[in-house]
């Protein structure tokens, strides 16, 4: 029952008597708030009560932390807003620090709300007490603790600000107890508005210049601009305008419609020769959006000394950090793009429209696409992902986890920019169903396929309840080969002739562990079930889950144990 609230005695005293998790609830809505994920604590009982009296905020209960953060990160990259997850102390936050890592990596904003121990028993390894600053530190983009009640309402507005702009990134924000239910004489406020830095006209005529007196260049994006429309939009027409072909970095190929003729591959974890190719042999490198660290630059390789490096990002420290860099622009890397957009480009090589042919032709043939193969142990990968990708809608979204069966989605699914490829910046495993669950909630309309191994499945699986109670309409595909493959894979490659330990599993049967939750679930075990149980499983009026019988042997859309045998 809903009980009256609080008894003001006169008008006076409601302007002095606000609860500070009165105060914060209304921060957030001002920041756009609409949703957050948690695993629930006694520590912020209070916001859970305000919320009660002041709805506009949806709370969706999880089952760990690590999928609540999961989801808040995945609904950062369907709205391009920060996304939000709530824990409590200790516990809560170091099971939802995977989320954290991999939002800080990947640049994308979120904001971590920690219940925290009452003030009064900080520093005195109190139950579940920890001291958020230092374990976040190398984590999150920002921690903070807010200690005096009066700053709540700063605070939280900071945390948006910071968690959105330059590269984005996690914000960590820890609130004791006693904080939140202290009474406070402040109001909440409002979001900061700030322009974001732009490119100097003249700078984006220069870089015009050098892309259009270039004999192969190439354009690569990723990082901020993957939950822009509006960006996908500049980038199809730079890449059209300057006549650029176009590389993905990791997770972010859905920027680029693979039918374009720009589109030139995607710099992932082991790209293809080919791919690798359109990268290694440009003269100029154009890269908007991303750091550069990491997967895309193929290990320190690209760009290399002698390539023309130019970099585009929102944050001084990002430039000139891993590579030696010709030219770094501070920018907002959108707007970077519109303006460029609009500069008429100049003498343009007549070579370069074979330059861009061949590059897509490169990746059109490259050898991590080859026909699906036959194996004694399972079903090649390669068929789900062919017929997933003729019955997808142009507006689908694809969610994957972490393991070689991804490697037939990056390289054969035909992405097309108007989708939407959610996955972890870090290959974390466990992302691929809360990330789907979040998709589907914030676009109930659209396909959301959850693709993940037999391995992320039951790290992140008990999300598949949070699925049922959000009556979220997620496809998960299980692609079960009963291993570790990925690991198998490299315990083949650089300790053959062994044993293979600890990456055989033990798994339930995916089907009737799915329907236990309430899924409607499939089991695919040969090539001509694929279409009809995918259309099966797209018509369901909720969750669904389909178990693929998939082949260990058939180990990468490049590999199979076998060959790797063979190379010892
Ligand atoms: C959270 C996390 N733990 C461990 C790893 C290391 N890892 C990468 S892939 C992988 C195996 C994935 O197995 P599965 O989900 O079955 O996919 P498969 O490799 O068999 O295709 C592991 C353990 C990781 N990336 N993330
Ligand atoms: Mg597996």
Request: charged content about 20%.
């Amino acid at each position: 029952m809903v009980e009256k609230k609080q008894v003001f005695k006169n008008k006076k005293d409601i302007t002095m008597q606000k609860k500070a998790a009165s105060v914060f609830v209304q921060t957030l809505k001002n920041h756009g708030v609409d949703r957050f994920f948690c695993v629930p604590g006694e520590s912020y009982l209070s916001v859970m009560d305000e919320l009660l009296y002041s709805p506009g905020i949806e709370v969706v209960t999880c089952r760990h932390e690590g999928g609540a953060g999961f989801m808040a990160v995945a609904d950062a990259k369907c709205t391009g807003r920060a996304g939000v997850a709530f824990v409590s102390r200790g516990p809560g936050a170091t099971n939802a620090s995977i989320s954290v890592h991999s939002a800080h990596q990947g640049g994308i904003p979120m904001v971590l709300f920690v219940g925290q121990v009452n003030r009064i028993s900080t520093g005195k390894m109190h139950l579940q007490e920890m001291d958020f600053l230092k374990t976040f530190s190398d984590m999150a983009k920002h921690v903070e603790q807010i200690n005096n009640p009066s700053e709540i309402a700063n605070v939280t507005a900071r945390a948006f600000h910071i968690a959105e702009s330059g590269i984005p990134g996690p914000v960590v924000i820890a609130i004791p107890t006693d904080v939140l239910e202290a009474k406070v004489n402040i109001n909440d406020v409002k979001r900061i508005k700030i322009n974001p830095p732009l490119a100097f006209p003249d700078k984006v005529n220069e870089i015009s210049d050098i892309l259009s007196k270039a004999k192969n260049p190439v354009l690569v994006v990723g990082g901020q601009i993957h939950s822009s429309t509006k960006a996908r939009e500049f980038v199809r027409i730079v890449a059209e305008n300057h006549k650029l072909p176009v590389l993905c970095t990791y997770e972010h190929q859905d920027i680029v419609s693979h039918n374009n003729i720009h589109y030139a591959g995607e710099l992932g974890l082991r790209p293809p020769e080919p791919v690798r190719k359109n990268a290694l042999e440009a003269d100029v490198v154009l890269v908007v959006g991303h750091r550069f660290n990491g997967v895309p630059n193929m290990a320190y390789k690209f760009p290399s000394p002698n390539q023309t490096f130019i970099h585009v990002i929102p944050d001084p420290n990002a430039v000139g950090k891993v590579f030696r860099t010709n030219h770094g622009i501070v920018a907002d890397c959108e707007d970077f793009l519109k303006q460029l957009s609009l500069v008429e480009s100049k003498n343009i090589d007549n070579e370069r429209d074979a330059w861009i042919k061949l590059c897509h032709e490169r990746y059109l043939n490259n050898d991590a696409t080859m026909s699906p193969k036959n194996a004694n142990d399972g079903l090649d990968f390669a068929h789900l992902i062919d017929g997933l990708g003729e019955l997808a809608p142009e507006d689908s979204i694809v969610t994957n986890d972490a393991g070689n069966f991804t490697s037939w989605m990056h390289h054969r699914f035909p992405f097309r920019s108007s989708m939407k490829l959610i996955g972890s910046e870090i290959g974390a495993m466990g992302m691929g169903i809360p990330a789907g669950i979040a998709a589907a909630i914030r676009f109930p309309n659209r396909q959301v396929f959850s693709l993940v191994g037999d391995g992320g499945a039951l790290m992140t699986g008990s999300e598949l309840a949070t699925a049922v109670a959000q009556k979220a309409k997620i496809r998960v595909i299980v692609a079960n080969n009963q291993h570790y493959g990925t690991i198998r894979y490299h315990q083949e490659l650089h300790f053959p002739s062994r044993e293979h330990y600890a990456t055989n599993l033990v798994n339930p049967d995916f089907a009737k562990y799915g329907e236990s939750f309430g899924l409607k679930c499939f089991t695919i075990e040969k090539v001509e079930e694929i279409l009809p149980t995918i259309k099966k499983a797209m018509k369901v009026d909720g969750p669904s889950l389909i178990e693929f019988k998939m082949s260990l042997e058939l180990n990468t859309s490049t590999t199979t144990i076998t060959q790797l045998q063979m190379k010892k």
